[in-house]
């Protein structure tokens, strides 16, 4: 079963398309492999053909099916208010695990686990919730890559001033600014942090306004968290009159803008997915599974358009980080 939306039509300039291209040569039909007695739907806000979030958890979602034979549907294009039907409409069909792919969905996900005892639920939460008996939370800690992102920037500013761009003002992207601006302090770097939320995770055309007006402020790094809206972004770089470089979030996006572009905090999906639906099959029915950077995230290597001195410095911050001399604080309370 698929739903879609026309709105989210408009996707990554073809990148989508090729992603599916090269990495899901199948045809994204309802499984047909043997699935044992689980049935496992993905419901996903926006289209899979993104090149960002979406294909991700496709991406994710099909490899569920290839390598552990789970039969598999998923909806595309939900909207919140749209969500809980989504859902019941798979637990009518006969789905016993239900994953919901992104944050603003986790209130819709507990609501159901709580009313259908006898189907998994698998959500996603920035901040802590609440467990029933059949609900899996990952935990996606996007604090955890803005900490490099933050250091990364701070070195490379020449103008002292530097600015994230997020779309909504929601608890994981307070947890990210937290996040850059605890890696400042710990580097020591006295930069002019500029903080600006455009309203719309997928908007190009306000993400390209508000990326022209820091350049203008003298702006010289753009953290971007956004989905569609970083085409806007990668614009504005490229109309840029002097040097600015921009860092991106969940897939290589190097393409967009190559002379501007440094790195970006990867996720992948497709391992943590797997892991949780193993521990379904052996009868663990709820629990929390952590987004790391030993369970699926990753900051993008080498980086772009930096000097060897900046390269070798982030390869050991990382290091650090992976072998818990840096604790990252998660703090999710909004940024004044």
Known sequence: MRHRSIGWIFTFLGMGVFLLTVLL???PEVGAAPAGRFKLAGVFPGVITDADYNTLGFVALRSVKSEMGVEIGYSEGVAVPDVERVMREYIDL??????THGGQFIGQTQKLAREFRNVIFIGEADAPVERSGNLWVIDRNFQIGFYPIGALAGMLTQTGKIAYIGGLTLPFSYSEVHAIQQALRDQGRRVDLKLVWVGDFNDPAKARQVADALIAEGVDVIMGSLNLGMLGIFEAVKASPRRVWVTAKYTDKSKFAPQHYVTSVLYDFA???????????????SGYYPLGFDTGVALQFPLRNVPASVENAMRKLVADLVAGKIRVVKDITPVK
């Open 271 to 285: 391992g943590p997915l797997r892991a949780i639906v193993r521990r379904i099959q052996r009868g663990e029915t």
């Open 25 to 27: 040569p199948m045809a």
């Open 94 to 99: 006969g789905y016993n695990i239900i994953w």
